[in-house]
Protein backbone atom coordinates (compact mmCIF):
# COMPACT_ATOMS: atom_id res chain seq x y z
CA UNK A 1 0.00 0.00 0.00
CA UNK A 2 1.49 3.19 -0.94
CA UNK A 3 1.87 6.38 1.46
CA UNK A 4 -1.82 7.90 2.28
CA UNK A 5 -2.74 10.70 0.90
CA UNK A 6 -3.81 12.90 4.35
CA UNK A 7 -7.36 15.06 3.85
CA UNK A 8 -7.49 18.19 5.53
CA UNK A 9 -10.43 19.97 6.59
CA UNK A 10 -12.63 20.30 4.15
CA UNK A 11 -11.13 18.24 1.73
CA UNK A 12 -12.70 14.90 0.23
CA UNK A 13 -12.67 12.51 -2.82
CA UNK A 14 -14.47 13.39 -5.38
CA UNK A 15 -15.76 16.72 -7.12
CA UNK A 16 -17.30 19.11 -4.18
CA UNK A 17 -20.79 21.25 -5.41
CA UNK A 18 -21.48 23.03 -2.51
CA UNK A 19 -20.26 23.58 1.11
CA UNK A 20 -21.08 25.33 4.05
CA UNK A 21 -18.66 26.17 7.28
CA UNK A 22 -20.81 26.88 9.95
CA UNK A 23 -19.43 27.51 13.39
CA UNK A 24 -17.11 24.08 13.85
CA UNK A 25 -19.00 22.35 11.13
CA UNK A 26 -18.23 21.83 7.40
CA UNK A 27 -20.65 20.48 5.71
CA UNK A 28 -20.76 19.75 1.31
CA UNK A 29 -21.78 17.49 -1.45
CA UNK A 30 -19.10 16.12 -3.48
CA UNK A 31 -19.88 14.14 -6.99
CA UNK A 32 -17.87 11.79 -8.67
CA UNK A 33 -17.14 9.94 -12.36
CA UNK A 34 -18.64 6.46 -12.85
CA UNK A 35 -15.79 4.22 -12.36
CA UNK A 36 -13.60 6.51 -10.24
CA UNK A 37 -10.79 5.38 -7.88
CA UNK A 38 -9.42 6.99 -5.31
CA UNK A 39 -5.98 6.77 -3.98
CA UNK A 40 -5.62 5.15 -0.81
CA UNK A 41 -6.70 8.27 1.63
CA UNK A 42 -7.60 8.93 5.07
CA UNK A 43 -9.23 11.79 7.29
CA UNK A 44 -8.07 14.48 9.98
CA UNK A 45 -11.22 14.73 11.41
CA UNK A 46 -14.35 12.93 12.00
CA UNK A 47 -16.78 12.96 9.70
CA UNK A 48 -19.95 11.58 8.62
CA UNK A 49 -21.75 10.87 5.76
CA UNK A 50 -24.80 9.94 3.68
CA UNK A 51 -25.01 8.95 0.36
CA UNK A 52 -27.30 10.52 -1.53
CA UNK A 53 -27.12 8.68 -4.97
CA UNK A 54 -24.73 6.20 -6.56
CA UNK A 55 -22.22 4.34 -4.12
CA UNK A 56 -18.83 3.01 -4.60
CA UNK A 57 -16.99 -0.08 -3.03
CA UNK A 58 -15.09 0.76 -0.30
CA UNK A 59 -12.29 -1.19 0.42
CA UNK A 60 -10.20 -1.02 4.48
CA UNK A 61 -6.93 -3.30 5.24
CA UNK A 62 -8.46 -6.56 4.18
CA UNK A 63 -12.07 -5.65 4.34
CA UNK A 64 -14.63 -4.28 1.33
CA UNK A 65 -18.00 -2.80 1.88
CA UNK A 66 -20.89 -2.14 -0.55
CA UNK A 67 -21.86 1.39 -0.14
CA UNK A 68 -25.32 2.06 -1.44
CA UNK A 69 -27.56 5.07 -1.78
CA UNK A 70 -29.35 6.03 1.45
CA UNK A 71 -27.00 4.92 3.52
CA UNK A 72 -25.24 7.27 6.84
CA UNK A 73 -21.32 6.14 7.57
CA UNK A 74 -18.76 7.16 10.32
CA UNK A 75 -14.93 7.74 9.20
CA UNK A 76 -12.59 8.02 12.43
CA UNK A 77 -9.50 10.07 12.13
CA UNK A 78 -6.45 8.19 10.97
CA UNK A 79 -8.38 5.51 8.99
CA UNK A 80 -6.97 4.35 5.62
CA UNK A 81 -9.21 3.47 2.84
CA UNK A 82 -9.83 3.26 -0.54
CA UNK A 83 -13.26 3.98 -2.87
CA UNK A 84 -13.12 2.28 -6.31
CA UNK A 85 -16.50 1.33 -8.65
CA UNK A 86 -18.26 4.71 -8.13
CA UNK A 87 -21.57 3.93 -10.04
CA UNK A 88 -23.25 6.15 -12.25
CA UNK A 89 -24.29 10.13 -10.76
CA UNK A 90 -22.53 9.57 -7.00
CA UNK A 91 -23.62 12.41 -5.34
CA UNK A 92 -22.26 12.02 -1.27
CA UNK A 93 -22.93 14.34 1.84
CA UNK A 94 -20.52 15.12 4.02
CA UNK A 95 -20.71 16.22 7.91
CA UNK A 96 -17.11 17.33 9.53
CA UNK A 97 -16.74 18.36 12.67
CA UNK A 98 -13.60 19.81 14.45
CA UNK A 99 -11.49 18.58 17.08
CA UNK A 100 -12.64 22.47 18.71
CA UNK A 101 -16.12 21.36 18.50
CA UNK A 102 -15.76 18.48 20.89
CA UNK A 103 -13.61 20.51 23.27
CA UNK A 104 -16.57 23.02 23.42
CA UNK A 105 -18.81 20.73 24.15
CA UNK A 106 -16.67 18.67 26.46
CA UNK A 107 -17.50 15.37 23.90
CA UNK A 108 -15.46 12.45 22.91
CA UNK A 109 -14.45 11.88 19.06
CA UNK A 110 -16.87 8.72 18.38
CA UNK A 111 -15.11 5.68 18.79
CA UNK A 112 -13.25 3.82 15.65
CA UNK A 113 -15.55 1.03 16.32
CA UNK A 114 -18.83 3.02 14.76
CA UNK A 115 -17.48 2.74 11.75
CA UNK A 116 -17.99 -0.79 11.79
CA UNK A 117 -21.71 -0.41 13.97
CA UNK A 118 -23.61 -1.13 10.83
CA UNK A 119 -26.48 -1.71 13.29
CA UNK A 120 -26.54 1.67 14.10
CA UNK A 121 -28.90 3.93 12.88
CA UNK A 122 -27.05 6.89 12.14
CA UNK A 123 -29.41 8.25 9.71
CA UNK A 124 -32.71 8.02 12.14
CA UNK A 125 -30.01 9.35 14.53
CA UNK A 126 -29.94 12.59 13.46
CA UNK A 127 -27.75 13.02 10.00
CA UNK A 128 -30.66 12.97 7.75
CA UNK A 129 -31.75 16.39 9.74
CA UNK A 130 -28.95 17.46 9.49
CA UNK A 131 -28.70 16.96 5.93
CA UNK A 132 -31.82 19.20 5.91
CA UNK A 133 -30.22 21.90 7.35
CA UNK A 134 -27.93 21.93 4.70
CA UNK A 135 -29.68 22.63 1.91
CA UNK A 136 -32.39 24.62 3.94
CA UNK A 137 -29.76 26.87 5.20
CA UNK A 138 -31.28 30.18 6.93
CA UNK A 139 -30.04 31.57 9.92
CA UNK A 140 -31.14 29.07 12.49
CA UNK A 141 -29.44 26.36 10.57
CA UNK A 142 -26.19 27.09 12.93
CA UNK A 143 -28.28 26.33 16.13
CA UNK A 144 -29.94 23.34 14.45
CA UNK A 145 -27.11 21.85 13.36
CA UNK A 146 -24.67 22.34 16.47
CA UNK A 147 -27.67 20.80 18.86
CA UNK A 148 -28.25 17.78 15.91
CA UNK A 149 -24.38 17.48 16.10
CA UNK A 150 -24.50 16.53 19.92
CA UNK A 151 -27.42 14.57 19.64
CA UNK A 152 -25.91 12.48 17.36
CA UNK A 153 -22.20 11.58 18.95
CA UNK A 154 -23.84 11.50 22.64
CA UNK A 155 -26.72 9.53 22.21
CA UNK A 156 -25.32 7.24 19.81
CA UNK A 157 -25.09 3.79 22.11
CA UNK A 158 -21.57 2.74 20.30
CA UNK A 159 -20.22 6.01 22.03
CA UNK A 160 -20.93 5.17 25.29
CA UNK A 161 -18.57 3.46 26.82
CA UNK A 162 -19.97 2.74 30.33
CA UNK A 163 -22.81 0.46 29.74
CA UNK A 164 -23.43 -2.84 31.42
CA UNK A 165 -23.02 -6.09 28.53
CA UNK A 166 -26.55 -6.52 28.38
CA UNK A 167 -27.31 -3.02 26.76
CA UNK A 168 -24.47 -2.89 24.26
CA UNK A 169 -26.54 -6.35 22.91
CA UNK A 170 -29.44 -3.94 22.23
CA UNK A 171 -28.55 -2.52 18.75
CA UNK A 172 -27.28 -5.57 17.47
CA UNK A 173 -30.43 -7.86 18.80
CA UNK A 174 -32.92 -4.96 17.36
CA UNK A 175 -31.20 -4.85 14.17
CA UNK A 176 -31.53 -8.70 13.64
CA UNK A 177 -34.95 -8.94 15.15
CA UNK A 178 -36.33 -5.34 13.52
CA UNK A 179 -39.01 -7.04 11.41
CA UNK A 180 -40.20 -9.48 13.59
CA UNK A 181 -43.47 -8.78 16.34
CA UNK A 182 -41.47 -9.07 19.72
CA UNK A 183 -43.34 -8.35 23.25
CA UNK A 184 -41.39 -6.51 26.31
CA UNK A 185 -40.16 -10.12 28.00
CA UNK A 186 -38.84 -11.66 24.47
CA UNK A 187 -37.34 -9.39 23.79
CA UNK A 188 -35.53 -8.99 27.31
CA UNK A 189 -35.01 -12.83 27.16
CA UNK A 190 -33.10 -12.28 23.63
CA UNK A 191 -30.67 -9.76 25.95
CA UNK A 192 -30.42 -11.90 28.88
CA UNK A 193 -32.13 -8.99 31.16
CA UNK A 194 -35.44 -9.05 33.50
CA UNK A 195 -37.89 -7.18 31.67
CA UNK A 196 -38.20 -4.66 34.61
CA UNK A 197 -34.09 -4.04 34.15
CA UNK A 198 -34.85 -3.45 30.05
CA UNK A 199 -37.44 -1.18 30.96
CA UNK A 200 -36.12 0.71 33.84
CA UNK A 201 -32.88 1.44 32.01
CA UNK A 202 -33.39 1.50 28.39
CA UNK A 203 -34.61 4.95 28.00
CA UNK A 204 -31.20 6.18 30.32
CA UNK A 205 -29.07 4.15 27.39
CA UNK A 206 -30.95 5.21 24.34
CA UNK A 207 -32.68 8.62 24.94
CA UNK A 208 -36.06 7.04 23.48
CA UNK A 209 -38.13 4.06 24.27
CA UNK A 210 -37.97 0.72 23.02
CA UNK A 211 -40.93 1.12 20.34
CA UNK A 212 -38.63 4.23 19.07
CA UNK A 213 -35.77 2.89 18.48
CA UNK A 214 -37.61 -0.06 16.78
CA UNK A 215 -38.96 3.16 14.39
CA UNK A 216 -35.72 4.44 13.85
CA UNK A 217 -34.29 1.34 12.71
CA UNK A 218 -37.58 0.77 10.47
CA UNK A 219 -36.84 3.74 8.92
CA UNK A 220 -32.92 3.51 8.73
CA UNK A 221 -33.73 0.82 6.26
CA UNK A 222 -36.01 2.55 4.28
CA UNK A 223 -33.77 5.21 3.18
CA UNK A 224 -32.03 2.95 1.15
CA UNK A 225 -34.80 1.79 -0.46
CA UNK A 226 -36.28 5.24 -1.06
CA UNK A 227 -33.08 6.38 -2.63
CA UNK A 228 -33.48 3.25 -5.40
CA UNK A 229 -36.21 4.11 -6.84
CA UNK A 230 -37.24 0.22 -7.65
CA UNK A 231 -40.26 0.75 -5.17
CA UNK A 232 -43.20 2.91 -4.37
CA UNK A 233 -43.66 4.61 -1.08
CA UNK A 234 -46.71 2.25 -0.34
CA UNK A 235 -44.30 -0.63 -1.40
CA UNK A 236 -41.26 0.82 1.07
CA UNK A 237 -43.84 0.81 4.03
CA UNK A 238 -44.76 -2.46 3.77
CA UNK A 239 -41.32 -4.28 3.27
CA UNK A 240 -40.16 -1.91 6.38
CA UNK A 241 -43.33 -3.14 9.09
CA UNK A 242 -45.93 -0.21 8.44
CA UNK A 243 -49.53 -0.88 8.74
CA UNK A 244 -49.93 1.26 5.81
CA UNK A 245 -48.10 4.50 3.87
CA UNK A 246 -49.73 7.04 6.03
CA UNK A 247 -48.12 5.21 9.18
CA UNK A 248 -44.62 5.43 7.27
CA UNK A 249 -44.70 8.76 6.01
CA UNK A 250 -45.86 10.47 9.65
CA UNK A 251 -42.84 8.35 11.68
CA UNK A 252 -40.41 9.33 8.26
CA UNK A 253 -41.33 13.40 8.92
CA UNK A 254 -40.96 12.58 13.04
CA UNK A 255 -37.55 11.07 12.68
CA UNK A 256 -36.20 12.93 9.98
CA UNK A 257 -37.62 16.07 9.46
CA UNK A 258 -38.98 15.59 6.18
CA UNK A 259 -41.80 14.29 4.41
CA UNK A 260 -40.40 10.75 2.02
CA UNK A 261 -41.16 12.65 -1.04
CA UNK A 262 -39.33 15.62 0.11
CA UNK A 263 -35.76 13.22 0.74
CA UNK A 264 -36.11 11.36 -2.38
CA UNK A 265 -36.00 15.02 -4.22
CA UNK A 266 -32.69 15.87 -2.46
Not at 29 to 58: A, K
Amino acid sequence: MPDPVVFSKGCYVGSKVRERTIGYITSSETVFPENYTSDWHCHEHPHFSHILSGGSQEIREKKADQQMAGTGLYYYPGIIHQNVHYRPGTRIFNLEIDDAFFKAYNLAIPPESLMHESNTALNAGGLARILKEHYYNDACSQLSIDQLCISLIDTNPAVEKHYPGWAKQIPVVLNDLWDQPLSLADFAAQVGVHPVTLSKYFTRYFSCTLGEYFRKIKIEKALPLIRSNQFSLTEIAYKCGFADQAHFTKTFQQLIGMLPKQYKKI
